[in-house]
């Protein structure tokens, strides 16, 4: 068995999939995690014959006589774009518990307040965030930022953050996200 995240919901859990895969490592997960390459999307039955075939939201034009023939040219015209590094795709994790490594290695740090979640599941949120203070490195004023799922809209958190591939910002350490309670607290 292997952990799949699905961001956009289109997985049944029991049903089976043919996946096309990548891995990558995540703050969020204790253990490996896949998630699809490519948008996509084959389903298939319980006696492995494929009843859907999905590329970026179109179906294709591809019959039970010419699947394997059109995938497999399909597979090999996309792999010269593959990316080589998928391990963290381009996150940065740090996994050192010392506060000084945190601050030398993140890229950003500041105090953030969510305001809306995007997307959420049961380890983490995507969230429309406001920058309250900028510690290391500046913000814009309105960031989106992948955060752990006990983060509440409204509250403030004292986040060590890494600019992802697709221009979002994450967490990178499972020690950078402090709620500004628990700062308040320390303080004092």
Not at 12 to 31: C, N, R
Not at 98 to 114: A, G, M, Q
Request: aromatic residues 12%.
């Amino acid at each position: 068995m292997i952990n799949f995240y699905d961001a956009e919901g289109k997985f049944v859990k029991g049903e089976t999939y043919v996946l096309f895969a990548e891995f990558f490592e995540s703050v969020f997960y204790d253990e490996a995690v896949y998630h699809s390459v490519y948008d996509i999307f084959v389903e298939v039955d319980k006696n492995m014959k494929f009843e859907r075939f999905e590329i970026l939201g179109n179906d294709a034009l591809i019959t039970d006589e010419n699947l394997f023939e059109d995938l497999e040219k399909y597979i090999v015209e996309v792999d010269d774009g593959l990316r080589t590094d998928k391990s963290t795709n381009g996150n940065k994790i740090i996994k050192s518990d010392d506060v000084n490594v945190l601050i030398e290695s993140s890229e950003y740090i500041c105090i953030v307040k969510p305001t809306a979640i995007i997307i959420e599941n049961e380890v983490a949120k995507t969230v429309n965030s406001k920058v309250i203070k900028n510690y290391k490195a500046k913000l814009k004023e309105e960031i989106i930022v992948q955060l752990p799922a006990n983060a509440e809209v409204e509250k403030e958190y004292l986040v060590f953050l890494s600019k992802t591939d697709g221009g979002s910002y994450v967490i990178n350490s499972q020690h950078s996200f402090v709620s500004k309670e628990i700062l308040n607290k320390l303080e004092k």
